[in-house]
């Protein structure tokens, strides 16, 4: 029986096996994979590190595995966005893999035979860990696994696992070597141990300078003005802009959508309660929620406040057993089923039916979309705006901040008016989180150094808060005097207007409200003796005079107990550290050119030339 079910499940096994592959550059180490998604490129040469070309073919390979393993992430379809993320997260995996498996040729780093069979009875890639044709008491059972592979495993099952194990093990081994030596010595341990364990309580003052000094105390005159402004050059420098003219079009459903969601939500109750259909089944064809959908909409055990509002109060109202009415959330219209329920958990079941665009409108939004498109490109924006009863806006947006009111993200559009428009001329369509977008161009601006005429306010301003907070200084020192004379820090917070606040027990590594997190006044407060008075301290243009009340040590012995725990810990982050260094090393010292975007336009200006013999 069980090696009947291992052999149904053949298919899948090889699916999530070559799903594996996907991450082959994604190490031990943990890399990041999040990346983006483009267009495949088509033909040639596309790129080169140091000198040795970089094939279309290669990255085409890399981008459709990571643009496939996003969009089973996900229902909806992938953003523009998204797509431009995958694509640069291929071009930068390639690189890293081409690096990476030249300097295992240069080190001689191999595996053998014997270490690739080694390797896949006795450590199986997570994926088929997690399968459950492996399971046994819902734990991975690697006898499972090894009669699987010597009985039923497909030949071409076997040639993926060769190859898994042929580009993971000699990475891990050169990985190995690049992070050894790593050791955290007991001295280093203590210090970070005593920072998270020992505490102190400490009475202070906080001097604010803009309350503690009227702004008619302070004068600015124009030479100060002056010579601030030629002082502090880089800081009136502004990125080069584009003034665009632009109109989005929305995406979101409206309110035929959400009424066609509940009827739909409806439809599939009635399945269920008088028609005979079985939830589960319903939840795996029907609900939106893909990881509970797999579970036959299975929710496990829910406790108070783990869900949102609505969920949580429709489950906890629900009669057990039975279907509840549509129940509406951010995430749709929900039809739960709760199988047993206490005062404070429910295990429930649901099928969610996502609130999206019906077909017909759908089909009416890409209509817009093409006319927008088209009636911007051959009359004008304004044209088109009018034509589709939409609003053209105008806005400034930077090359380094791709941001435009009212667009969840720009950075396509920022693409294109830095390196493809002319002033007139439109854009093409782009797509991002709700909406749909067009710009024009009207100007390109330059980086420029702002004129004095316009930072003057700006400048008088800083150069009031710097006087300021000078005379908060003279007030501070003046009272650290007077404490440690004797008077007492109630009387002289009445004097100043100020406020004795308590803080405490904290750590070094603690953030403190009203102090921080790892600054000067923290140190001070660790640095000082019971009941003695710190120095005037600093931190984020604010003054504080502190008393500590009580300081805890760090316990030695409890530190012994501990030690090695935390060193692995220390090391297992360090050689993480030093792993990501060694690529980012490797990256650098290569000449690596990126000619996607030469190719990309070289085939669009092939595609558009006539073709003899087609006319």
């Known amino acids: 029986m069980v090696m009947r079910q291992m052999r149904e499940n053949t298919k899948w096994i090889m699916l999530i096996t070559a799903l594996a592959f996907v991450g082959?550059?994604?190490?031990?180490?943990?890399?990041?994979?999040?990346?983006r998604s483009g267009a495949e490129l088509q033909g040639g040469e596309i790129g080169t590190i140091d000198g040795e070309p970089v094939t279309s073919e290669e990255y085409n390979r890399v981008y459709r595995n990571l643009y496939d393993q996003q969009q089973q992430a996900q229902t909806e379809p992938l953003t523009s966005t998204q797509i431009r993320e995958i694509?640069?997260?291929?071009?930068?995996?390639?690189v890293q893999d081409r690096l990476v498996q030249r300097e295992l040729d240069r080190l001689g780093i191999a595996v053998t035979d014997e270490e690739i069979r080694s390797a896949a009875l006795n450590a199986p890639p997570p994926t088929f860990q997690e399968a459950p044709a492996f399971q046994t008491n819902g734990q991975f059972d690697i006898e499972k696994y090894r009669q699987f592979l010597a009985q039923s495993a497909d030949p071409q099952l076997l040639q993926q696992l060769e190859a898994y194990y042929r580009e993971l093990i000699p990475r891990n081994r050169l990985l190995q070597r690049v992070a050894a030596g790593v050791y955290v010595p007991d001295s280093e341990l203590w210090r970070i141990y005593r920072d998270r364990n020992e505490t102190a309580t400490v009475r202070y003052l906080m001097l604010e300078p803009e309350r503690l000094v009227p702004d008619a105390a302070i004068s600015v005159s124009e030479q100060e003005i002056q010579a601030y402004y030629e002082s502090h050059q880089e800081d009136f420098r502004q990125p080069a802009s584009a003034q665009v003219r632009y109109v989005t079009l929305d995406m979101r459903p409206g309110p035929q959508d959400t009424a066609a969601a509940l009827q739909r939500a409806?439809?599939?109750?009635?399945?269920v309660t008088t028609g005979g259909a079985d939830f589960g089944e319903v939840a795996s064809t029907e609900s939106s929620d893909a990881a509970s959908a797999a579970q036959g909409g299975?929710?496990?055990?829910?406790?108070?406040?783990?869900?949102?509002?609505?969920?949580?109060?429709?489950?906890?109202?629900?009669?057990?057993?039975?279907?509840t009415e549509p129940v509406l959330s951010p995430f749709g219209y929900h039809l739960i089923r709760v199988s047993e329920r206490t005062d404070s958990t429910v295990t429930a079941s649901h099928i969610l039916v996502p609130i999206e665009l019906t077909r017909d409108n759908e089909d009416r939004l890409l209509s817009r979309a093409d006319t927008l498109e088209d009636v911007a490109e051959s009359q004008s924006l304004e044209q088109a705006a009018s034509e589709l009863g939409l609003q053209v806006r105008e806005a400034s947006i930077a090359e380094e901040r791709p941001?435009?009111?009212?667009v969840s993200d720009a950075s396509e559009g920022a693409s294109w008016a830095f390196l493809e428009a002319e002033p007139g001329m439109p854009s093409p369509l782009f797509e991002a989180g709700q909406n749909f977008y067009i710009l024009e161009l009207v100007e390109r601006q330059p980086e420029?150094?702002?004129?004095?005429?316009?930072?003057t306010e700006a400048i008088r301003a800083r150069v009031r808060t710097q006087k300021k907070l000078e005379r908060a200084r003279e007030i501070g020192r003046d009272i650290v005097d007077r404490l440690r004379q004797g008077m007492d820090m109630q009387a002289i917070a009445e004097q100043q207007g100020l406020e004795v606040r308590n803080a405490g027990p904290f750590t070094r590594v603690d953030f403190v409200p009203g102090i921080g997190r790892t600054n000067a006044v923290i140190g001070a407060a660790f640095g000082l003796q019971p009941d003695r008075y710190s120095n005037l301290t600093e931190a984020n243009e604010r003054l504080f005079v502190l008393q500590l009340v009580e300081k805890t040590e760090a316990s030695r012995e409890e530190f012994e107990q501990n030690k090695e725990q935390l060193?692995?810990?220390?090391?297992?982050?360090l050689e993480e550290i030093r792993i990501r260094q060694y690529l980012r090393e490797l990256r650098e010292s290569a000449d690596v050119q990126d000619l996607r975007r030469e190719a990309a336009a070289a085939a669009r200006t092939a595609a558009a030339q006539p073709q003899p013999g087609l006319f």
């Open 298 to 323: 299975s929710l496990g055990t829910i406790t108070r406040g783990q869900t949102v509002s609505a969920f949580e109060q429709a489950a906890f109202a629900a009669t057990v057993g039975q279907v």
């Open 403 to 406: 941001f435009l009111p009212g």
């Open 266 to 271: 409806r439809e599939l109750r009635e399945e």
């Open 24 to 35: 082959l550059m994604v190490f031990e180490w943990g890399m990041d994979l999040s990346g």
């Open 448 to 455: 420029r150094i702002v004129p004095l005429a316009d930072a």
């Open 567 to 573: 060193r692995a810990a220390l090391t297992s982050n």
């Open 87 to 94: 694509e640069d997260a291929a071009w930068d995996q390639l």
